[in-house]
Every structure is written in C-alpha cells, then in structure tokens.
C-alpha cells in the first residue's frame, strides 16, 4: 500500500530526526550515587577537588633509594603503611607499588634489578626512575571531563579515584511504550485473527541502550478513548505509540492528539519503510511518537525520531554517521530514504535481505541500516545508522 499514502507532507529523514532532536527539553541536572549515574550524560564538569595521585607513589616493587648506592634497607613500605621519616644518602626502603615514596628518594629500584646482601642492596638508580608524581593525572581544581560525557565504567572508575561519592547528571529520561491492535497476542504464534506482538518484547532493550529508562510497556485495546487515557495518564517524558499510525479505521493516534490538544511537529516521515512515524508534543512538553504497527517498520521509527529525542532529552548532540562504500551499490528511492538493514564487512556495507516492513529479520541478523539519500539512480555508499543505540558514536 506503499502508493497510496501521499508522501509530500513527511518530513525528510534528516529533518525529522533533527526536529525530535531539537525539541526533546533536556532533563535537570541532578547528584546521584556513582552506580545510579552508569548510563546518565554529566551535567557539569568532572572537576578534581584534590591531585591524583595525591603523593609521589612507587610505580614498581623494589627499593625507594638515596644517592648511588649501595643502600642500607632501614625499613619497609607498604601501600597501607603510614607516613616514614625521610630517606638520606645511602639509605633505602623496601617499597611496594603504590606505597608512598619517603622524602630525599632518588627513584625505585625495582626488585629483579638489584642484588640483595643481608640488609643491603646494590644496583644503579635513575633519577625519578618509578615513582608516579603527585599530581600526574590531575591537579586539584582541574576540569577532569567535560559536561555531556555518558558516564560509564570507566567514569564511575575515575570518579571514584578521585575521592567522589555522588555525579550530577540528567537523569534517563522515562519512557513509556503503549502497543495498539487488537489483534495481538502474547503468546503462542500468529494465526488468522491473531498476531503475536513483536514490538513489545522489542522495545524494552532498545530503549534502555538508547539511555532511556523503561516505565511500563502496556497493550491497549483499539480504542480511542482507552489511548487517549493512556497518554494523558502516562507520567513519562516520551511516550511511543505503535499500530494506530496510518489512515484506517483503527488507527486513532491522530485524533487522539488532537483531543489533546498536541502540536504534531512530524507528520510522515520519507523513509522506507517507516513513513507512518509522527511525532507530537504535549502541551505540558511531553513527548509522543507514533511508531508504525509493521515491526521493521516501528524498529526504523524508534531508531529515527525516537532516538533522536531521547538524545536530545539526555542532553547529548545527534550522532553523526559514518560512510560506508556499498559494494555493488544500491538502489535509491525517488523521494524517500531508504532504511536498509547491513552488514558491516571489510568490503563495506552489505545489505542482508528480509528488509520488508513487517519482518524483523534482516534487522536480527544486522549491525545497521544503511541510509540511503532518496535519488535518481544507484547509490555507491551510504551512511550508517546503528541497530544499536547504544553504540558509541566515533568523533566527528
Ligand atoms: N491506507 C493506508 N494504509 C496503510 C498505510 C497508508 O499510508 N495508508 N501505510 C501502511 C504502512 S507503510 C504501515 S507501516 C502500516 C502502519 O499501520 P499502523 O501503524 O496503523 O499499524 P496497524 O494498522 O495497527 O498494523 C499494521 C500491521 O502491523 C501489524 N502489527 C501492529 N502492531 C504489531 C506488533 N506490536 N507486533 C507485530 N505486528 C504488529 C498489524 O497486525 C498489521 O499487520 O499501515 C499500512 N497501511
Ligand atoms: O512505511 Mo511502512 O512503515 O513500510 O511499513
């Protein structure tokens, strides 16, 4: 039926994206625990409140040593060790990594270079040779990461290192997932009469990598006022909608947004498949954005204005997408983007096949979309779109 819908109103793929990109209101800052800040954008600068390492420490096992040597041992350091009076010429301590180095060391003589005699050791040292400076990873005071960085691992690592319990950050912005038809099922598989819901199970995982947390996933029946309930009781900051986006008799997210009074800044979208997609804001800034019923269909929906405004919501730029060569080419739509599922090989984009819009096959067995311009002819390469929102974008 792809015909006889009029595409002329729908947004570019481009523009749609950068709409819900642009109108999703960035959520408040807000100081959390370091575990419940993994997925969250910081909101202000990571800033060191004290240098890291905060004292000389040794970089290996071995001696911290004074003067050429040969050194008499006259202690040891251990990493938990308190303060030791300083070194002076001739004298070492043995010290293990990340021990505190006593003032007046030369450097650290690692253990497997020395020669040990009773309380002596002999070997040559270099001048500052395995001590980590104070300060070498950061100074107090010194901006550490900037605001909008996605705090994972490695940031609550570093947080931590640097003496914080809590992160100020935008919080995931809530997202709930109504599914319309009422010809979906639960369970058991598809027959006449009977569909087994696929974008419910699906949504749960693409949301949370998107950095959104899931509220409630909930299947309505097809009717009006049960979606104009559920909208308008939702208390989450995007609410996406599937089935109900075409033109048929059961399809009442539009006159539902009226109802409501919503501004629908994206009417259609020219993509294939997916060009049913709306996207409308409430008047209290919430968000809702209509994904087609047909599951590879509402996939491209999500991946478009629905990642986009969760994005934006979380405060972050729109990934740019890298080009990738299309051996072979492709073929390009006259007005709308193609959303084809890829493979991303050595030789470039590959596209897999079972691209329908009702199937979720190829997207399953996929690591992107290819965007394909709409154009006259034959497309050699295009940009890639991740099937998972969650992949780290390379700078641009
Ligand atoms: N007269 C027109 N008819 C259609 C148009 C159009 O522009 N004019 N667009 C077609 C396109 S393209 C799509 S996509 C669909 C969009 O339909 P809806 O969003 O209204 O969704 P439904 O009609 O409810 O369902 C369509 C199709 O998808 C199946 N479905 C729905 N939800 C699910 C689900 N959660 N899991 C699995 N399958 C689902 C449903 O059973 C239908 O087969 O409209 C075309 N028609
Ligand atoms: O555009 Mo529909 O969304 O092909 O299936």
């Known amino acids: ?161 640097l003496g914080l319990s809590r992160l100020v950050v935008v919080p995931r912005p809530v997202v709930d997932v109504l599914v319309t038809g009422d010809e979906l099922v639960q369970r058991g598989s598809s027959g006449v009469g009977r569909v087994r819901d696929a974008i419910g199970p699906m949504m749960p995982e693409l949301v949370t990598r998107a950095g959104a947390e899931l509220g409630v996933v909930q299947q309505l029946a097809d009717s009006r006022a ?34 409501l009074a919503a501004e629908l800044l994206v009417d259609g979208v020219a993509c294939r498949p997916g060009h049913p997609q709306a996207l409308a804001r409430l008047q209290d800034d919430r968000l809702v954005i209509g994904l087609p019923g047909n599951p590879f269909a509402a996939l491209t929906a999500f991946l478009t204005l629905g990642v986009a405004a969760i994005t934006g919501r979380r405060g972050l730029p729109l990934a740019r997408l890298p080009i990738a060569p299309i051996p072979g080419g492709i073929d390009c739509h006259p007005h709308s983007t ?33 965007v394909v311009d709409p154009g006259p002819a034959q497309a050699i390469a295009a940009r890639l779109l991740p099937l998972d929102p969650g992949a780290r974008p390379w700078a641009g």
């Open 1 to 161: 039926m792809h015909g006889r819908r009029q595409v002329t109103g729908a947004a570019s793929w481009d523009s749609a994206r950068r709409v819900a990109h642009l109108v999703a209101r960035v959520g408040a800052g807000v100081s959390v625990g370091l575990q419940d800040a993994v997925g969250c954008v910081l909101a202000g600068p990571l800033v060191a409140t004290a240098p890291v390492p905060p004292v000389d420490r040794a970089a290996m096992d071995g001696y911290a040593v004074c003067g050429v040597g040969p050194w008499r041992v006259v202690g040891e350091v251990g990493v938990a060790s308190p303060s030791v009076r300083g070194l002076v010429d001739g004298e070492a301590y043995g010290i293990t990594t990340g021990a505190a180095v006593p003032a007046g060391a030369t450097g650290v003589v690692r253990e497997e270079d020395v020669l040990r005699d009773g309380e002596w050791v002999r070997g040559s040292v270099v001048v500052g040779r395995h001590i980590r400076r104070a300060g070498e990873e950061c100074r107090a005071g010194e901006v550490v990461l900037p605001t909008g960085v996605v705090v994972d691992g490695p940031v609550v690592g570093l947080a931590a290192s």
């Open 226 to 259: 049960a979606l104009r309930e559920a909208i308008a009781g939702s208390s989450a900051q995007v609410v996406f909608v599937s089935g109900s986006s075409a033109a048929g008799p059961a399809d009442h997210l539009r006159p539902v947004l009226n109802e």
């Open 338 to 370: 193609r959303l084809v599922p890829v493979r991303v090989t050595d030789q470039g984009a590959v596209p897999v096949g079972h691209a329908g819009s009702a199937m979720l096959r190829g997207a399953a067995a996929a690591d992107a979309l290819a």
